[in-house]
């Protein structure tokens, strides 16, 4: 009935997860935390390939065009220069 040991336990685990994220690892492996990796988080486009134009040129994002009604105008009327 006494509910001190149990608030003491979350209490030192709350520590124990702070101290992990701060050294942005995961709780309980030495991996490290996907929001921590910058360059996980970041895509570059260059826009020069003439056959995949929305191709990403590094990172992990998907560029594609907005078409809600379906119509494939995309790729007939969209045009790449300089």
């Given amino acids: 009935s ?9 209490w ?3 520590k124990y997860a702070r101290a992990r994220t701060s050294q942005c690892l995961h709780l309980d492996t030495d991996t490290e935390l996907y929001s921590c990796n910058n360059l996980a988080n970041v895509t570059v486009w260059n826009f020069d390939d003439t056959n995949n134009p929305l191709a ?3 990172g992990p994002s998907i ?3 907005f078409d809600p009604d379906e119509t494939n105008w ?6 790449y220069s300089t």
């Fill in 2 to 10: 006494n509910v001190e040991p149990i608030a003491e336990a979350w």
């Fill in 63 to 65: 560029l594609s065009y």
């Fill in 56 to 58: 990403a040129d590094f």
């Fill in 12 to 14: 030192l685990l709350d």
């Fill in 74 to 79: 995309g790729t007939a009327e969209t045009q």
